[in-house]
């Protein structure tokens, strides 16, 4: 039995087709159908309402100036008020820092304009650092 130099090119593209390497015209169009190829991406269906964004700003500016009226209505009992006041805001700038970044890594974190990602940022940024000054100064826990 000999075997011509064609004939083991014929045994590797079997072997290969075997595998379903293929190159690309060895598929049917059942397999293309099957995997969705001729299909356009489908658009995620979104059940957040449109202004979401702008009621969690709302909520969170909110929050942010009953939390800054409280700690503010009496005066500050720290003698050094103002680096007490740069450290409390930095540790809150930190935590919504942190959670912006968790934000991210859920893929959370996108937003159309840059209107609403500035409104959304300064308010969490604003919220956090208000609740860091309500725990500071009134919980008692730090003084």
Not at 27 to 50: A, F, G, V
Not at 55 to 82: E, M, R
Not at 95 to 101: H, K, N, Q, R, Y
Request: aromatic share 20%; with cysteine.
């Amino acid at each position: 039995m000999s075997w011509n130099f064609l004939d083991v090119f014929d045994v590797i593209f079997d072997v290969l087709d075997l595998f379903g390497s293929g190159f690309g015209s060895s598929r049917s169009t059942s397999d293309r159908k099957s995997l969705n190829y001729d299909e356009k991406p489908q658009k995620k269906e979104s059940k957040i309402s449109e202004y979401f964004t702008e009621k969690v700003s709302a909520g969170a500016l909110i929050l942010a100036a009953f939390s800054f009226f409280i700690v503010f209505k009496d005066p500050l009992p720290v003698q050094n008020y103002t680096q007490t006041l740069v450290v409390a805001s930095l540790i809150g700038v930190s935590i919504s820092f942190l959670v912006f970044f968790v934000l991210h890594v859920l893929e959370l974190y996108y937003f159309k304009t840059l209107l609403k990602l500035l409104l959304f940022s300064c308010s969490v940024i604003a919220f956090f650092i208000s609740v860091v000054f309500y725990l500071y100064f009134k919980s008692g826990l730090f003084i």
